[in-house]
């Protein structure tokens, strides 16, 4: 009826085997950093230009559909377009442009500018965590930030069980998603329909679900804890691992051209 | 060795409620068996399972698997030993590739590499796996997903293997397929079997059926016996496999069949006996 | 008279993929064509995968349905402005998993579920049920106040069947209902849904991969094999086709079971039989009483 998981992508795995697929983890993770960093320290529109280009070329190389994340992102995208029409209308400090003026409420050629950065901004952090899970299974990514945070562990930290955190935290999106569309689905069966009626009738519809939701997600999540303890998992403590990693020269290759383009878009 | 001796369980439900789940079971499997357990909706047959796997201790009566007792201090032992497959395999596979999630449970052993990369490769066999090793689980049919569940549970290399249903989603052609498999992996690596089914037929195909009726053992013994009781086995909500139950009413009609008949071929035989027995 | 009348349920060269226009999308139904009457009483079988709970969900649009391609008495409930809720008071579905059914976390509350969006009576839904709960063997008082998931699996299913039972539907359409049930169970099933189509005059669905119970429910048979319609026709006349079904990975009655394993002594053994009885009566045909 909704198939939910065709509009909200986040936390999903699509494998195409591609080279990006194939990459190790790792480099994969230190990659995502880079575009973290980078996406702060980009602060205009050529720079971004310039990252866009590079984002089409890894949609590309991943051949995951772009109209299946565009479709997947709506959600996302009409709620940062929500948050941004705010963020110019409310544009604090003195403009020296202004287009539209009303009360306390503005538009403003500055505004439009910091909000057209900083939509740029989370539209950039927004695809290369999706690529990542879309490009890469949980075992890699689990074993791939442990290995890569294992050298904190000296430091006392519980490297395990906060990579486990996270892990449950990605897997929670698409169990929630299940969840919401397994509710919508009975009720609608039963009697209560969640494709009839105008906007905030719907919207009503929903909110009253959240709570059923987050219960049930919640017991699926303590099946699945409580599956996973009879398999012997111990919270991730004294586990090795099956599959080998390996960076190829080829993965240090993107690793520096990433980094390189980083550079020119920060510094053009 | 299983050995539960006296054990009785009641889940809480409030302050004051406990709904009694079982009372003063005794049960012992010996290495190796292959044991069927029958019993009527809410017999007890799943809380006897979170038991023997410490999902839930006893709250009277103790279990112990190879001498150690089944307690909240030995609970890692305990699941070193027994491994475990619930009826929906979608509750119990973690990972999402096929070969991961077989992998799982060696991993968190803390095996070195070389003996998981060995484990997963004979259960990945075992269970006629290997093709689809790479695909992804959410992909797979609920035939296949129950099978990676059963490699999963064997690569820990359990002394038993415990299965809830693990057939009552299969149509019985797939079902019995699974079965055989268990039943070689049970005589090849000489692994205690007990699974739980609601297919008397199933039932039959194992070397001892346990009845369960409201949290107590009723009855206990090879098919033969068992099977014997059709009218208490009614009583109790159960059943006996269709040719068994013929057999009972063609004797009732006084055609003497001879021997034990279970399943249909039993069946055949005995009948093939009675129309030549006149000739002969 | 009677042919006049649309069928109740009709689904013409319907065709269904999941995740349709994404790199996961897989084709489920594949051009099927069927009708469904008034009163009939229909198994829909096949394999695992075979598209059952696919078809099932779209009775009650609960899928992304297109135009043209599924009909309730006659009209297409893809067209706009059709009433969909009508449609969910009339068609009732119990679901494959009781998981994927269950609402509300207290026994009673749950099967209260359907009256309630119905808009009956406080009085009149409580009667529903606790003649529903009753009916399935799950006594009112002791099991109105438990919790859903501290019941058994067994006990489970009990409530899902419960809480769509009390919608009182004309059209009743049941997924792997016996799944799960003891035997016991399965045969007080089966007597109630025979004494619920003879009172109410129900349309009965009842999708299986086994065909034991569906062979004793059903008039006819619908048989799918990878998402198409393979066979249609009345139950004896499907079961004859004995060999073609046994290759589909689908339970045979267990009488037919024994049949043909009987046809290896007695060549002229008849295959179509649903019950022991039929079963019995030819054997001792054959050997004579003693
Ligand atoms: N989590 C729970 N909390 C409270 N009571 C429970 C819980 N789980 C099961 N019960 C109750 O304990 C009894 C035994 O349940 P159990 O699940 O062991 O039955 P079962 O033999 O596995 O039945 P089924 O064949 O239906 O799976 C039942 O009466 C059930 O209602
Ligand atoms: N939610 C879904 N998303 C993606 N694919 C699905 C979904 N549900 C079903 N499918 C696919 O559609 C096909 C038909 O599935 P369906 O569940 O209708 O079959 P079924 O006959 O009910 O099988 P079963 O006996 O396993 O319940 C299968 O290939 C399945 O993988
Ligand atoms: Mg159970
Ligand atoms: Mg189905």
Redesign the interface.
Known sequence: ?L?L??NVIFGQ????GSFIHRMDARIKLVITFVFVVASFLIGDFIGFGIVLLLLALIQIVSR??V??IL??SQFFLAFLLFILVFQVLFYPGEASNYLWRWWILSVSTEGLYTAGILGLRVIFLYHVTTMLMLTT???DLTNGLELIFAPLQRLRLPVNELVLVFVIAIKFVPIFIEEIE??A?????????F??GGAVTRARRIGRLLV?IF?SGF?RAD??T?????????GGR???????MEARPSDWAVLALVLAWMIVAWLV | MIEIEGVSFSYRTGEEDAVPALSELDLRVEPGRFVAIIGHNGSGKSTLVKLL?A?QYPTGGTIRIDGVPVDEENQ?EV??KV??V?QDPD??L????V??DV???????????EE??QR?ESSLGALGLREIRGR?IEDLSSGQKQRVAIA??LA?RPRFLILDEPTSLLPVPVAMRLVATIRDLNRRENMGVLHVTHSMHEASLFDRVVVMEAGRKILDGTPAEVFRHVERLRKVGLDVPLAASLAYRLRARGIHLEGDILDETDLRAALSAVRSGPQA | MEDSAPPILELRHFGYT???????ASEAIRDASFEIRRGERVGIVGATQSGKSTIV?SF?????VKPGQVFYEGRDIAEPGYD??RL??EVG?V?QRPD????E?VVGADVA??PT??GLSAAETRERVEESLNTLGLPYPEYRLRYV?ALSGGQRRRVAIA??LA?RTPVLVLDEPMAGLDPRGRRELLELLFRLQDERDLTLIVCSASLTDASLLCDRFVVLDGGTVVMDGPVREVLREVDRLAKLDITLPEPVIGARELRKLFPDFPTDLLTEDELEAEIVKRIGAA
């Not at chain 1, 409580?226 to 111990?234: E, F, G, K």
């Not at chain 1, 004294?238 to 080998?244: E, I």
């Open positions: 009826m198939e998981q065709r795995y699509v494998d195409t995951i559909p109209g299946f479709r997947g299974s949980l075992v397994r509710l689905r009975a009720q609608t069966a039963r009697g209560v329909p494709d009839q059923p219960i017991t099946t699945l409580t599956a996973m303890n009879t398999r012997s998992y111990r004294g586990r090795t691992k099956f599959r080998l | 796997t999902i890692w699941r070193r491994s475990v619930f509750d119990q973690v990972m999402n590739r070969e991961d992998a799982f449970g060696p991993e968190n052993l803390g095996l070195p590499r998981i990369a997963v992804l999963g549970a820990m | 999941y995740l349709e226009g994404t790199p996961r969900d009650a649009h609960l899928l992304r969909r809720a969910r008071r579905i679901f994927s059914q269950i609402i976390d579920f359907g969006a119905a998931h809480g769509v919608m």
